[in-house]
């Protein structure tokens, strides 16, 4: 079974750090491209950013470029997002989710294969 598990989440207040993780397992990392999305309460998930875990390539919604960085750490089957510069309406739940790509200027999920690991909420204080 393809399983993707994230956590990292937590309570901080605006300007400050987290780092996520989502660890990957039941398929062949490099194979597919891993996403961050977010859901805040009463909204639409929407996809933050996406790495292609083959090649490196890095994908960001305008709204967080210059404050997250995603990375992978291919022997760990490792997918990270690291957030800096927290806002308060970066509060959400954040999921993690194969197989990411960008159609129409957004990130979206399930290109070849579509599975999504349980959130990790995100509270940002002002």
């Known amino acids: 079974d393809v399983q993707l598990q994230a956590s990292g989440g937590g309570l901080v207040q605006a300007g400050e750090s987290l780092r996520l993780s989502c660890a990957a397992s039941?398929?062949?990392?490099?194979?597919?491209?891993i996403g961050w999305f977010r859901q805040a309460p009463g909204k639409r998930p929407v996809g933050v950013s996406c790495?292609?875990?083959?090649?490196?390539?890095?994908y960001y919604a305008d709204s967080v470029k210059g404050r997250f960085t995603i990375s992978s750490d291919n022997a760990k089957n490792t997918v990270y997002l690291q957030m800096n510069s927290l806002k308060p309406e970066d509060t959400a739940t954040y999921y993690c989710a194969v197989d990411c790509y960008v159609s129409g200027g957004r990130i979206q999920a399930g290109r070849y294969l579509e599975v999504w690991g349980q959130g990790t909420l995100v509270t940002v204080s002002s």
């Open positions: 039941g398929f062949t990392f490099g194979d597919y491209a």
């Open positions: 790495i292609g875990t083959g090649d490196g390539s890095t």
